[in-house]
Every structure is written in C-alpha cells, then in structure tokens.
C-alpha cells in the first residue's frame, strides 16, 4: 500500500510521514501539486493526504483533477 502526503511545510510531511511508516507501507511526499502529480503518474497510489495550502495550486483545484482522472477518481483522499 503506498500513501502520498502532499504538503509543502517539511515538518508536518516528515511527521506525517513518521508516523503512518509501516513495512508494508511505501510513503511519497510531495511538496507541490505538481510534484504530486508526477508522483501519481507513475505509482499507484492507495491514499492521499491532501493540504489545501500548496505553493502552485489551490489543494481544492488538485482535488478537482484528482476527480476527474479515471486513475485517482476513488482514491481516497483525507484533506
């Protein structure tokens, strides 16, 4: 199972990251909505933990795309 934290502060992503670390577990961390997209481009990913507050993008508008792309449409998504 493989989760993408999309934040761009470090310490709440390396926290978050700490503390949903599991060997069965891949974490990505993405600091920008389009490192996140790229990120979702070639893995597959199981859960998004999503900021709203992102350096490129409303997090909002990542969501919308998020939606409407076959690939990540029920993906969920914690905000």
């Known amino acids: 199972m493989a989760i993408l934290i999309i934040d761009d502060d470090p310490e709440i992503a390396h926290l978050l990251k700490w ?9 990505h961390v993405a600091a920008s909505a389009a490192e ?21 993008t409303d997090g909002r508008n990542l969501l919308m795309r998020l939606r409407e792309r076959p690939a990540t449409a029920t993906t969920p998504v914690l905000v």
């Open 19 to 27: 503390q949903l670390a599991s060997k069965n577990r891949e974490i």
């Open 36 to 56: 996140a997209e790229q990120i979702l481009a070639r893995e597959p990913i199981a859960l998004v933990i999503l900021d709203l507050v992102l350096p490129d």
